[in-house]
């Protein structure tokens, strides 16, 4: 993308002043500001004149307050001008974040501050061997227009895309996927999270909820799906959860003692496994203290689905070993090898109905050719969010008006801490470490670490400050939390991209709050020496005494920095047609022959992390579907 000579002037003044010298970190400056430029030249053209329009804002700020434009006042007048938006209202802070994020993403991705560290900048990847049925059956390219034949196709390779395709293929039924992402290897996966995250992550992770706060909901578009990009954290749904759809949408077939066969062939498949103690790392060592410190008694290693770890960290940018069993190393290839087909890098425009029933898709390469499918049944998987836009777009599935509503996505955070001994925390698993003792109060504690670059767009910190916590990266822990949303939010199109509106209510800000809190207490008790939190004007705590001020408080939602990993229920399954998008089979209430399978479907929010649930959902629809077509 390409800026005015002022507005590239302003932005390169931002990166020096957010990201000065420290003692062995040079400062930022041209060669970061092109990196970013060159990642958002990647995104859409609204994401471009929003830039223009930011760096416009800071000049016109700094003339407010310096008088002088930002890019003409001397270092100290800028900082000054930043730190007034860091404590400043929540627009302004948000100005502030979006600015500062991708430079310190670009500017922190850097292998000689890595080799300083001590930290490994590229992950050791194993060498692809493909199997005849992987390279036949796979089709990443098109010489022209096509049109083929099939018992099932399904829309997207994730957790329920991938899993039903595979059960329906080795029912015996003709299978063809077709998945907007690409196909990726892991002799591709390097490991280095500024570069993956433009690969295998839809619009490079820039995806976000607008409301009473922003909040980052970072999807994969890849074969695989979000699995691919997830930390391999397995959790089954719980039983009240189960109880309470039984209850509220009559859905009494998806019962614990109905449910519990899917999740054993599920976990089967993926050799589910608690997290083993050579690889839990430092932030597991500390948390582990913390909590026994406190007494604690619900704490240990999180089941995953990587038996074969290497705890090389790198899970949310692709396994380089293939340890992590998402469906693009587990379900896909069981699926090809049973005879299904899979047409990547291209993307479904159009479900084919006639006479009320889904007959096949219509979909375009990235080359511009077309893919014609005729199909006995449609599987809609492409996520909560791009789901029902896809419906939507096709005009199906709105009888009950609830498609695109009742998204829950589990808002999560967490803190950062300082230590005197050595963390390392690029050695052993991300998440591999949880804390189940507030779980009854829907917060559920799990490690989350992420490279440096990102551990440092967590914070808010800018400035000299910001650089000596980089610089002492391998004393610094971290650790997350998500909390049982009881908000809820809604999708929809605009312009071809989706809009996504949530507005955090007043329970789950409580709930962030009291995470916020526990977790202090938790890095205080095993030794920090200073806590890095996500609520505006706590950002740093030094000692467990500042947490009472922090209690005291009124925490509003634009008070707090949070992400999201895991949307649901916006096309809720239900008995009830006025009440929900898709039946008991997920097939649609007014269509059919069309079935959505994937966490669109789920009914509400489960509290763990969800790649299980739609797996286990996925297996169940994948015998109900093979009755029907």
């Not at 896909?332 to 029933?357: D, M």
């Not at 977790?519 to 200073?530: I, S, W, Y």
Request: net charge neutral; charged share 20%; glycine share 10%.
């Amino acid at each position: 993308m390409s800026l005015s000579d002022a507005q590239h002037r302003t932005l390169v003044a931002l990166a020096e002043t957010v990201l000065p010298a420290g003692q062995f970190l040079p400062a930022a400056g041209e060669a970061t500001v092109a990196k970013v430029l060159r990642f958002m030249a990647l995104l859409p053209s609204p994401v471009h004149v929003g830039l223009g329009a930011l760096l416009r804002g800071l000049d016109a700020a700094a003339l407010l307050h310096e008088r002088r434009l930002f890019r003409n006042a001397s270092i100290d007048q800028r900082l000054a001008v930043l730190e007034r938006w860091r404590h400043g209202d929540p627009m302004r802070r948000l100005v502030l974040r979006a600015l500062a994020s991708p430079l310190k993403i670009a500017h922190f991705d850097d292998p000689a501050l890595y080799q300083q560290l001590g930290c490994v900048y590229e992950a050791v990847r194993g060498v692809e061997t493909k199997p005849a049925y992987m390279r036949d059956r796979v089709h990443a390219s098109l010489d022209g227009d096509l049109a083929v034949e099939c018992d099932v196709v399904v829309i997207g390779t994730g957790a329920g895309g991938a899993v039903v395709g595979r059960e329906l293929a080795e029912a015996g039924l003709a299978v063809v996927f077709v998945e907007e992402g690409d196909y990726f290897d892991r002799a591709q996966f390097s490991g280095r999270g500024f570069d993956m995250q433009q690969k295998l992550y839809r619009r490079g992770g820039s995806t976000f909820s607008v409301g009473n706060v922003p909040i980052p909901i970072p999807l994969g578009q890849t074969v695989g799906g979000s699995t691919t990009v997830n930390s391999g954290t397995c959790y089954r749904t719980p039983d009240r959860v189960l109880e309470d759809w039984s209850a509220a949408y009559g859905l009494a077939a998806l019962s614990p003692a109905h449910m519990r066969r899917h999740f054993e062939r599920v976990e089967a498949v993926l050799g589910v496994e608690p997290a083993r103690a050579e690889f839990l790392g430092g932030n597991g060592r500390v948390i582990a203290r913390g909590c026994d410190a406190l007494g604690f008694t619900r704490h240990g290693p999180l089941r995953r689905n990587a038996p074969a770890c290497d705890g090389q960290g790198v899970c949310c940018f692709g396994c380089p070993t293939d340890a992590k069993r998402s469906t693009n190393v587990s379900y896909i290839p069981l699926a090809l090898r049973a005879g299904a087909e899979l047409f990547p890098g291209t993307k479904v425009t159009r479900i084919v109905t006639s006479n009320g029933r889904a007959r096949g898709v219509v979909a375009r390469t990235a080359h511009g050719h077309t893919l014609t499918v005729h199909a006995r049944a449609v599987v809609v998987a492409c996520g909560a969010i791009m789901t029902p836009l896809l419906l939507e777009a096709n005009g199906l599935g709105g009888a009950s008006g609830q498609l695109g509503k009742n998204l829950s996505i589990h808002p999560a955070t967490g803190c950062l801490a300082e230590f005197d001994e050595a963390i390392l925390p690029w050695k052993g698993i991300p998440q591999g470490y949880g804390i189940e003792d507030l779980h009854d109060e829907g917060i559920l504690f799990e490690g989350a670490h992420v490279p440096l670059e990102f551990t440092m767009s967590m914070t808010q910190l800018i400035g000299p400050t910001l650089v000596r916590l980089a610089e002492s990266f391998d004393k610094v822990a971290s650790f997350g939390f998500m909390v049982e949303d009881t908000s809820r939010g809604s999708v929809h199109a605009l312009g071809g991209q989706p809009v996504i509106r949530y507005w955090l209510q007043d329970e789950d800000v409580a709930h962030i709050k009291r995470g916020v809190d526990v977790l202090a207490q938790v890095f205080f008790a095993a030794g920090a020496r200073r806590v890095h939190t996500p609520v505006n004007g706590f950002d740093v705590l030094t000692s467990i005494d500042d947490l009472a001020a922090l209690r005291r408080a009124t925490i509003r939602p634009w008070d707090l920095d949070l992400s999201a990993y895991h949307p649901l229920g916006t096309a809720r399954m239900g008995r009830d047609p006025q009440r929900s998008v898709v039946d008991e089979d997920h097939e649609l209430h007014d269509v059919r022959g069309l079935y959505v399978v994937d966490g669109a479907a789920v009914p509400s929010a489960v509290g763990v992390n969800p790649q299980i649930t739609i797996m286990a959902l996925a297996t169940r629809a994948a015998e109900r579907i093979a009755t029907k077509i």
